[in-house]
């Protein structure tokens, strides 16, 4: 299975909402990600957890939240967003210490904030 | 800091033709991993094909194969016989073979966008 889930796929929200991203893997891989893609550019990484622990923050405005359960699931809780985080946000997997694996990444959640 | 260039925001290839993808990378490490992901219109990106810069020999992966130039930091992908299937945005990408603290991050270059013409 090198497959990643993330759910919902689409999720459209207001400002003043709450909501969560889900994603999931079963590949046995210790480093999680979370990257943010606007249309027609490059992820930008927002969070990686390295065995359940949260290793880096790229500066990430704190209406995001990220959360790891276990070592299968990652959770970015949302919260007071703004219009422009409306965005793809791809969550991705990969070995921790094998730099050479590549990342798997999930199909997305395309979220719209009004 | 390390930076990914693509020159070429969008090219356009003929079904069964061949093309090169460009991409030039500044770094000043000497050990490191490049990559070629694909992310189709549907958006799930994959990996195409992955290169390690202690080697010499350019990856090859079917119709894919890489031009590496580690002196030019240059790391160009080649489609053959290319397919309706390739049409995709294709961003190179750096990875530094420090230890993890680095954090596996991925460096992306901007993006080149692939259409495929029938």
């Known amino acids: 299975d090198t497959e990643v889930t993330q759910t919902p796929k689409h999720l459209v929200m207001g400002m003043t909402n709450k909501k969560s991203l889900k994603c999931e893997q079963h590949?046995?891989?210790?480093?999680m990600y979370w990257y943010k893609q606007k249309a027609k550019k490059p992820p930008e990484l927002m969070f990686v957890?390295?065995?359940?622990?949260?290793?880096i923050n790229e500066s990430v405005p704190s209406r995001f939240s990220p959360e790891c359960p276990n070592s299968s699931l990652l959770n970015l809780h949302l919260h007071a967003l703004q219009p422009e985080d409306s965005a793809l946000y791809l969550c991705a997997s990969s070995q921790w210490d094998r730099g050479f694996d590549e990342q798997y990444f999930g199909p997305g959640t395309r979220l719209t904030v009004t | 800091a390390q930076t990914v260039t693509q020159s070429q925001p969008e090219m356009s290839v003929q079904e069964a033709e061949t093309v090169t993808l460009s991409c030039t990378y500044d770094?000043?490490?000497?050990?490191?991993?490049l990559f070629w992901y694909k992310q189709p219109p549907s958006r799930q990106m994959i990996l195409v094909i992955r290169?390690?810069?202690?080697?010499?020999q350019n990856a090859t992966e079917n119709r894919f194969s890489v031009n590496f130039q580690k002196a030019a930091k240059s790391f160009s992908l080649k489609i053959s016989d290319s397919q309706l299937g390739d049409a995709a945005m294709y961003f190179c990408a750096y990875r530094s073979a420090r230890t993890v603290s680095a954090g596996n991050m991925l460096t992306f270059g901007g993006g080149t966008r692939l259409m495929v013409k029938p």
């Open positions: 290169q390690e810069a202690y080697k010499q």
């Open positions: 590949m046995g891989h210790r480093a």
């Open positions: 957890y390295s065995y359940e622990k949260l290793s």
């Open positions: 770094t000043s490490e000497s050990d490191y991993y």
